[in-house]
Each structure stands twice: as C-alpha cells, then as structure tokens.
C-alpha cells in the first residue's frame, strides 16, 4: 500500500503520516526530511542558495525515487509537491492519495508558530500570513480537489482516517470486479 498525504503546509500531514504509520505498521516517510538528508542543506537553505525550481526538481525526483524503490509506505509530501511536474497524476498512478483540507484560520495559527522554518512565508507579516495563505490555497486546490480522499483535517480522528481509506480501497476493489 502507496499511501501519498498532501495538504497546505500546517495541514499535519506529518503528524497524521506517523501515527498512520505506526497503526498501520508501513514505512513513514517525509519528502522535505528526505531532500534534507541528501542534499546536506534546510529547505530554507536550498530555497536560498539553489531556488524553488531546483527544490521543485529535486521533489520530483525523490518522490519518483521512493515509489520505485518501496512497496509500500505513507509519504508526507511537501505542500505543493502535488502543484508541480504532474506529480498529482502520477501519485494517484501508485497509491491513493489523501487530502488533509485543514481551515485556514488553523493553518494560520499553526504557521505563525513555524514561520522561520518554512522558506515561502518566512518574510510574510503575521497580517499578510492569511491573506498569503487563502492565495496559495485557491491556486493549489485544483491539485488537491484530485486526491482520492478528502478528509476535514482539525474534524478527524485516527480511526475515521483509517476507515475512509479502507472504505476508498474496498470501492476501488468492487470497481476492478465489475
């Protein structure tokens, strides 16, 4: 089981992807904790010294990467892996994909607390923060609306993650079947 988690940065799609880890006993991967390891440098850092666009690639790659080389695992993808390269097609090609849709009065709250370590607000006022956020959101929920399933993030619990899942899986099997 291929299992990608994308949201808004603040979403908890880490939060979330360990403790589905941990219940569903697969592998928990971060994208940007994995950029991090190879390329020796913060997302700050490469933002800084290499730009959004090698970031962007390098995103790309490892999430190709981490597909190909597991069978199964949840991967915590960064907030606009699923924006760029038609990662959201090929994620959905190898698992299923969850959206964690979280309100943007929680995602502001949470990343005012984070702000010098997420490179694309770090310079963002706490009045612009929202207005910030709303923009990114209406630009990427495109990619987002594409996710196999939606799930109201501050609303749920382990157990309702687990079974909207389950439920996904259970309609694709019958799909196959008929």
């Not at 994620?91 to 005012?112: A, E, F, H």
Request: proline share 2%.
């Amino acid at each position: 089981m291929k299992i990608f988690l994308i949201g808004f940065m603040g979403s908890g799609k880490t939060h979330w992807g360990r403790q589905l880890s941990a219940k569903l006993g697969l592998p928990f991967y971060d994208l940007d904790s994995v950029i991090v390891e190879r390329e020796h440098r913060t997302v700050a850092d490469i933002f800084e010294e290499s730009g959004e666009e090698y970031f962007r690639y390098q995103e790309k790659e490892m999430l190709e990467a981490i597909v190909v080389e597991m069978e199964s695992f949840i991967l915590s993808c960064g907030g606009g892996t699923p924006c760029f390269f038609n990662n959201i097609e090929f994620m959905k090609k190898s698992g299923k994909v969850i959206w964690l849709n979280t309100s943007v009065d929680i995602l502001k709250q949470r990343l005012l607390k984070e702000r010098q370590t997420r490179p694309l607000i770090s310079e963002v006022n706490d009045e612009e923060l929202r207005r910030y956020i709303v923009k990114k959101l209406s630009e990427r929920r495109m990619y987002y609306q594409q996710a196999d399933v939606t799930v109201t993030e501050e609303n749920t619990n382990l157990e309702e993650l687990i079974q909207l899942l389950l439920n996904d899986q259970e309609s694709d099997r019958m799909k196959e079947e008929l």
